[in-house]
């Protein structure tokens, strides 16, 4: 640990990895909100892998070979692939997770294609496309990181000029559409910088774990509120911290590649998430659960004694806990508690209805 | 005395995917009334209010608000779409869902602030849900999410009200509650038009009706055309036997 703070703070290349996965990582956990609360996590998959004819084709056929340029190449198949998914959806019977499939595996499989014909060619100077399949943090400059800072803090200006327009749109279109919002608009502002977020994780987590970086943030934040404004803060957090200890992780380790690690930390804090939290965690459901399970057992048992006793003049009378034997819900444990709860009085060998108990059991009957 | 025309509709016809869900239809909804459309299942009851309201481009036909084509009159009409229609695990409160009701007075970007704030709160209270402003959609109960999308169209103060289904999964209290508001409105002098299910209290409900089946079967006051006759033609023969079965 101490070794890489030390790494850290004298390696200038490092500190620029970690700014630029920091930063890549808020933005896609902003972003991936948006696209979790769509309902459409299938279409950051579609469009990242759709973006790879886009690099190939612009290496080919332009010979151009920086970052930037290609990463142009990149957006510009990733839109077109959701026009594509857009107009299959609208323009035939096909289900949108069908028409998603289908874009993905085209468009994906045409630039593994390209890939494999560029790798083949003579002239040297095609090597480093791979790295857009599991991304290459390393290969990060100072400049691509402003880049992406620069596009962060554009959509955060965006976010928060047209929040309750996409927080309308992402609850109810139809709605929205009513109140004379330009639904169509919205919808392709939310798209489009959902498709800009993907191109500018190509670099670093690559085109295959994109849609992951893009997901787990959101769905991890999701599970530990139940406002919109804080899940899309908390997704950004999330995001930028498994870009930093992704990358810590990675420089600390030898050979470990930095995007799938960022990706795998991602994933962790949504398995955590899903287990822990306190609102719709798991293991606070099962706890609701048991505790629940035994509140109806008392109140089962409660309400035999109940129905026992209910026609007696003194409905305090003591019984034997005899009585009780061929009913299968009582414990020793479960009549503790129920004294505890003052709904019964234990003697020895015997047990009576408290006032509390006779009135709370005779609610229950009323009730059910 | 004639009363003015709030809606009028025009040889509407709309189709998904070339199969025609409504054909046709003329229809014209007096101002004032507290109109009930019934019609079987898959009638085309929601897509006739999603055409009219434009969220559905029909394949011809015309509608007017008042005389003027429906996107010139949008503030005067509100909509309560199908409860079924959203996602209720939206992180969001219930408050926040009414507060969307001003968001079409405030216009694009304009952010809400205490004046809305104010008139959402109003209308939660109307609904008698003043007190669950915060909670979470998803805690609420079937009826509770029903009175939220009341409240969010009376918010916007319109004069024409469209609900589809607004009795669909709610308690007994709020029925009662949901037709005192719109009985309310409709003395106000708005027009309330409701997607409704239950034929048996159509005659205490409503005092106008429209029976649908694809085709307009016909439209005008219960007194006079909620009958035998029309039930069978918008229903088929054993519409009787279907309601007890409870299969309408
Ligand atoms: N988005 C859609 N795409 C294709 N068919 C649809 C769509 N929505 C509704 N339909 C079909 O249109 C018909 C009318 O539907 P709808 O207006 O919802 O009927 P209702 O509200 O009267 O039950 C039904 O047959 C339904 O299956
Ligand atoms: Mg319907």
Redesign the pocket.
Known sequence: MKEYIDLLVSDYTLQIITLGTAVLGALCGMLGSFAVLRKQSLLGDAISHASLPGIAIVFLVLGVKNNNGLLLGALCSGLVSAVFIKGIISKTHLKSDTALGIVLSTFFGFGMLLLTYIQKLPNANQSGLEKYLFGQAATLLASDVWLMSAIAGVSLLVVLLFWKEFKMVLFDADYTKTLGFHVKFIDTLITSFIVIAIVMGLQTVGVVLMSAMLLAPAAAARQWTNSLAKMVFLAGMFGAVSGVLGTAVSASANNLSTGPVIVLIATLFVVVSFVFSPIRGLLFKQIKLWKNRNDLKLMKTLLFMYNLVKDHENVSHPHKIQLLNNFQGYTKKSLKRLQAEDLILLNKSDWSLTKKGFHTAKNLYTHQ | MEAKIAIAIDDLTVA??Y?P?LWDIDLQIPEGVLMAIV?P????????LKSILDIIKPLAGSVTVYGKPYKKQRDLVAYVPQKGSVDWDFPTTALDVVMMGTYGALGWIKRPGSAQKKQALEALEKVGMLSFQNRQISQLSGGQQQRIFLARALVQNAAIYFMDEPFQGVDATTEKAIIQILKELRKAGKTVIV?HHDLQTVPEYFDWVTFLNVKKIATGPVADIFNDDNLTKTYGINYKASIAEGTL
């Open positions: 998904y995917n199969k869900v019609g299942n898959g009638a085309g009851k929601s897509t006739l997607v």
